[in-house]
């Protein structure tokens, strides 16, 4: 009997491990992935005067596109950044929702604004600094605010970014966050087209920056609608799948009910992908525009200084060691 119990423990140990890892509400919008994609492709949207100086430090610009993520798990402020739930406001928030910050401040307070999102204010902000940055030739923050402005652009093109039932939470489809954002383009990013013209001069940031979350929100209903019946028709043996991810084997949206997803959103995610990597080019574009046109080939030369480099690397230790245990937000 002794013999049979230690062949059975000896069997339990040999199992490899199994981690059920469903996209779950901590799926950052577009996921690595796509945050990498946008701030990648968005470099060759950039006229001459541009072109060369982000092309030689591409490598950074992709690389660095999700800092704001992790950062969100070791700074408190972080989480709003990313989001906004306009139908907090109500059915009619585009039009009762001040689209400028101390008007909204002094309706709403700067309590609830932080914490229903900020996005569409903090993509004006950050547009701003990196004019000033143009301005004063300084490479550290012309790379770091380029990298970070664009991830705040992609988050803003998520429908899912845009609501309170931002995973599904509100209507039974917890998961739908990463699936659509992370599962979607992972399966079929490749196959995308990211060639998006040239980028452009944009006269209002910040009512641009709603406009973008207001075509975003116009597609929760949809996300959340055909997801919803998919799931009606779809066997749950048949919803998800086991697949191996290096050591481990993971369950996650199944390739056939992936497809079909992708299938009845006809097109949606890469559309909102490519709206993204168009934008991104066009506020770097602006944010030159607005500097003055400052001549980037004198800095092409210069590369990230030792104190950014290990100000990244603190930031990098305080991701892996140092999160949040309670992030506010889109993560609760």
């Given at each position: 009997?002794?013999?049979?119990?230690?062949?059975?423990?000896?069997?339990?140990?040999?199992?490899?491990?199994?981690?059920?890892?469903?996209?779950?509400?901590?799926?950052?919008?577009?996921g690595?992935?796509?945050?990498?994609?946008?701030n990648r492709?968005?470099?060759?949207?950039?006229?001459p005067?541009?072109?060369?100086?982000?092309?030689?430090?591409?490598?950074?610009?992709?690389?660095?596109?999700?800092?704001?993520?992790?950062?969100?798990?070791?700074i408190?402020?972080?989480?709003?950044?990313?989001?906004?739930?306009?139908d907090?406001?109500?059915p009619?928030?585009?039009?009762?929702?001040?689209?400028?910050?101390?008007?909204?401040?002094?309706?709403?307070?700067?309590?609830?604004?932080?914490?229903?999102?900020i996005?569409?204010?903090?993509?004006?902000?950050?547009?701003?600094r990196?004019?000033?940055?143009?301005?004063?030739?300084?490479?550290?923050r012309?790379?770091?605010?380029?990298?970070?402005?664009?991830?705040?652009?992609?988050d803003?093109?998520?429908?899912?970014?845009?609501?309170?039932n931002?995973?599904?939470?509100?209507?039974?489809?917890?998961?739908?966050?990463?699936?659509w954002?992370?599962?979607?383009?992972?399966?079929?990013?490749?196959?995308?087209d990211?060639?998006?013209?040239?980028?452009?001069?944009?006269?209002s940031?910040?009512?641009?920056?709603?406009?973008i979350?207001?075509?975003?929100?116009a597609?929760?209903?949809?996300?959340?609608?055909?997801?919803?019946?998919?799931?009606?028709?779809?066997?749950?043996?048949?919803k998800?799948?086991?697949?191996?991810?290096?050591?481990?084997t993971i369950?996650?949206?199944?390739?056939?009910?992936?497809?079909?997803?992708?299938?009845a959103?006809?097109?949606?995610?890469?559309?909102?992908?490519?709206?993204s990597?168009?934008?991104?080019?066009?506020?770097?574009?602006?944010?030159?525009?607005?500097?003055?046109?400052?001549?980037?080939?004198?800095?092409?030369?210069?590369?990230?200084?030792?104190?950014?480099?290990k100000?990244?690397?603190e930031?990098e230790?305080?991701?892996?060691?140092?999160?949040?245990?309670?992030?506010?937000?889109?993560?609760?």
């Open positions: 009997m002794r013999n049979f119990i230690r062949i059975i423990i000896v069997a339990l140990i040999a199992v490899p491990l199994v981690w059920i890892a469903l996209p779950s509400e901590k799926a950052e919008a577009w690595f992935y796509g945050h990498k994609r946008i492709m968005a470099v060759f949207t950039l006229p005067e541009m072109i060369g100086f982000y092309k030689k430090h591409i490598e950074y610009i992709t690389e660095h596109a999700v800092d704001p993520d992790k950062r969100r798990y070791s408190p402020e972080e989480a709003p950044r990313h989001y906004i739930d306009i907090h406001y109500g009619s928030a585009f039009d009762s929702m001040p689209k400028f910050w101390k008007k909204a401040v002094a309706k709403y307070s700067e309590d609830t604004l932080n914490a229903y999102g996005v569409p204010w903090w993509i004006d902000v950050m547009t701003y990196l004019a000033d940055a143009f301005r004063q030739g300084d490479v550290d012309i790379l770091r605010l380029s990298a970070e402005l664009g991830h705040y652009v992609g803003a093109h998520v429908p899912l970014h845009t609501t309170e931002y995973n599904g939470q509100l209507t039974n489809q917890h998961g739908i966050h990463g699936f954002e992370s599962r979607v383009p992972e399966v079929y990013g490749e196959q995308y990211y060639f998006v013209g040239r980028a452009f001069y944009v006269e940031v910040i009512n641009t920056s709603w406009d979350v207001k075509a975003s929100h597609q929760v209903d949809s996300v959340l609608q055909l997801e919803a019946a998919l799931t009606k028709s779809t066997p749950s043996d048949r998800y799948a086991f697949e191996q991810r290096g050591n481990v369950k996650t949206y199944s390739q056939e009910f992936t497809s079909a997803y992708n299938r959103l006809n097109g949606m995610v890469e559309r909102r992908m490519r709206a990597i168009l934008m991104v080019g066009s506020l770097w574009y602006t944010a030159w525009i607005n500097a003055g046109q400052p001549d980037l080939s004198k800095l092409e030369d210069k590369d990230v200084s030792d104190s950014a480099k100000a990244q690397e930031e230790y305080l991701w892996k060691n140092g999160k949040l245990k309670n992030v506010k937000g889109h993560d609760d």
